[in-house]
């Protein structure tokens, strides 16, 4: 039995029982077989991980078929016969079989020149050294850790470095430069210097990448413990320019008449950083990226007064569009909540400055809708004010007004709003067809309400719909 030997990475029983079967396979095949790269590297990090991927010295998809049918007749193989590849899944497990590869890039084409490999080639031309660490399966060394070059100690140092020099890693593969700052950023290590110099050097070669991937990364930034730190090394590298020049609009401060405003773009990483402890809603976390990017372009100086960025709530609502069509993310329900919650963001925060009435309440309510609680995450995110005091303040205000709001909504149930005379019931009573009178009228009924001049009941809107056609001339039917 293989699997009573030990292994030099921590795996489940299940995993060991798989691994097993993969090294059966290949000795029956004669084929030298590996786990290699993300599974390796997240096991020892103590990650949970459900991508194998397996690399063997010969066919992939000879030995992913031997697997598969030691696993019983039901497990499928997906293979791409053109790139070599071939996926079994197997419980929850998704494992890749390839055959080890060498590649060499050409300069203007992003697509490598492969022929067949050894193990050391194939580690060769993987992106990082944590990430070129194998488990060899084959029955002579099973379960040891195959580290050329020095993997292991780079993950007990945090450091993301290449197996070969950093400029050809990131110029044959540019996504890899994105995928150096994800990693930074989701695992809180640091890229070394020559590594991070290269990408610098190389930032305009993520053009040829396509936005898909791009945007992966990048979600995967967003969702990372403290995203500023990717997103900070976005913008140092130049990679930012490129994706989301928008961001890069934000930065610096403008003196006039001995008056700065603050940098927004490091004000935006704080916000983001802040919601981040709080959700881990990846759109969430996009609109407190976004939330105030249309601050650029609405900047002006009023002399004596400061700087003012007048209407960046509503111009930002229309950025999103743009950035998300480009970023090739979600354009329905996704899209519509990071706009919102864009175009809202001032509204809980000004109800903290002035005598709150019932009525701005009803109508915060009315226009945030069931996602209300995730605008107030932002809001509270975008305090990142230095002085103490006045954060706690600004915090004691938004329990206020949190507490308010409970009061209206319990009374009012304005959230969810349906009018409680639609205009179906309009029609029918007036013996009236669509038009603008019965659209005056729903909207008369509906600022009646949020105004608190009349109770949200069906009864109170009747009687105020009958006395407000009056000065329509209009009577009811019957
Ligand atoms: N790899 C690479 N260059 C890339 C992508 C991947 O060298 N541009 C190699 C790395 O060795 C990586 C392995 O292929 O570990 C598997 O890639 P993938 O599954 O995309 O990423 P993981 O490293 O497993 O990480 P994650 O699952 O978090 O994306």
């Not at 990679?239 to 403008?254: F, N």
């Not at 650029?296 to 999103?320: I, R, S, Y």
């Amino acid at each position: 039995m293989i699997s009573n030997k030990p292994m030099d990475i921590p795996c489940s029983l299940q995993e060991r029982k798989i691994l097993e079967k993969i090294a059966l396979a290949a000795k029956d095949l004669r084929l030298p077989a590996y786990l290699i790269g993300g599974f390796v590297r997240d096991k020892i990090l103590g990650r949970r991980t459900k991508d194998m991927d397996i690399v063997c010295v010969g066919d992939g998809i000879a030995l992913a078929h031997k697997v598969a049918e030691s696993l019983g007749d039901k497990v499928p193989v997906s293979f791409f016969k053109t790139y070599g590849t071939a996926q079994v899944k197997w419980n929850e497990l998704e494992i890749e079989f390839v055959g080890a590869r060498k590649e060499s890039y050409r300069q203007e084409s992003r697509n490598p020149e492969v022929t067949e490999g050894t193990l050391q080639d194939d580690q060769n031309r993987r992106d990082f050294t944590i990430n070129a660490m194998a488990i060899s399966l084959r029955e002579e060394d099973y379960g040891s850790l195959l580290d050329p070059f020095n993997g292991m100690e780079d993950l007990e140092a945090k450091i993301i470095r290449t197996p070969l020099e950093p400029s050809q890693t990131f110029s044959d593969d540019p996504l890899r430069m994105m995928r150096a700052i994800r990693f930074a950023s989701q695992l809180q290590f640091t890229i070394v210097p020559e590594a991070f110099a290269a990408i610098q050097e190389n930032a305009e070669r993520i053009r040829i990448i396509s936005q898909e991937r791009i945007t992966d990364e990048f979600n995967k930034i967003m969702l990372s413990p403290k995203p500023s730190v990717g997103l900070d090394l976005l913008y140092k590298s130049g990679l930012m320019k490129i994706i989301l020049p928008q961001m890069v609009d934000l930065v610096g401060v403008e003196m006039q008449e001995g008056k700065g405003h603050k940098d927004n773009f490091y004000h935006t990483l704080q916000v983001v950083d802040n919601i981040a402890q709080n959700t881990r809603d990846l759109w969430l976390r996009w609109a407190a990226l976004l939330h105030d990017i249309a601050k650029p372009a609405t900047k002006k100086f009023e002399p004596g007064h400061g700087w003012t960025f007048h209407g960046h709530d509503a111009l930002g609502g229309k950025m999103v569009t743009r950035i998300f069509s480009k970023f090739k993310l979600p354009m329905g329900d996704k899209m519509r909540l990071v706009k919102k919650l864009v175009e809202l963001h001032l509204r809980p925060i000004s109800l903290t400055k002035e005598n709150i009435t019932d009525s701005a309440i009803r109508r915060l309510l009315f226009d945030a809708g069931d996602d209300i609680d995730g605008l107030m995450l932002l809001c509270e995110a975008d305090i990142t004010s230095k002085n103490r005091v006045k954060v706690k303040r600004y915090l004691e205000n938004f329990e206020l007004v949190r507490a308010r709001m409970k009061e209206v909504e319990e009374s009012d149930r304005i959230r969810n709003w349906q009018p409680p005379v639609t205009g179906e019931m309009i029609m029918e009573i007036f013996g009236l067809s669509p038009g603008r009178v019965v659209g005056e009228l729903k909207t008369a009924i509906r600022e009646a309400i949020l105004d608190g001049e009349i109770p949200n009941t069906y009864d109170a809107a009747y009687a105020f719909m009958l006395e407000k056609a009056k000065s329509f001339n209009l009577t009811p039917v019957k």
